[in-house]
């Protein structure tokens, strides 16, 4: 998995721990992700996490921070078929 951008926002909190632990119960190689975080501007931290699956084009942008939970809604979008 290659994580670009403000990849801090997301190493510091742990999720990207959480991220490649969906990744890998969905059975899907976290090799083949990219994800790019983008630090928002706001007085709280708010991000934006855009995942895409480098073999299929398949991703999506995700919202990440307090009283975002980008990693269940990942899950939520792999367990729907939206990103494989």
Do not use: Y
């Given at each position: 998995m290659e994580v670009t951008?403000?990849?801090n926002l997301i190493y510091?909190?742990?999720e990207v721990s959480?991220?490649?632990a969906v990744l890998a119960a969905a059975g899907i190689?976290?090799?083949h992700f990219v994800?790019?975080?983008k630090r928002?501007?706001?007085s709280t931290i708010r991000y934006a996490v855009s995942v895409t699956n480098r073999v299929t084009q398949r991703g999506a942008?995700?919202?990440g921070g307090p009283g975002a939970d980008w990693v269940q809604d990942l899950k939520e979008k792999i367990n729907a078929g939206e990103i494989q």
């Open positions: 951008g403000d990849a510091d909190s742990g959480d991220a490649l190689d976290p090799e994800f790019h975080v928002l501007p706001s942008t995700l919202a």
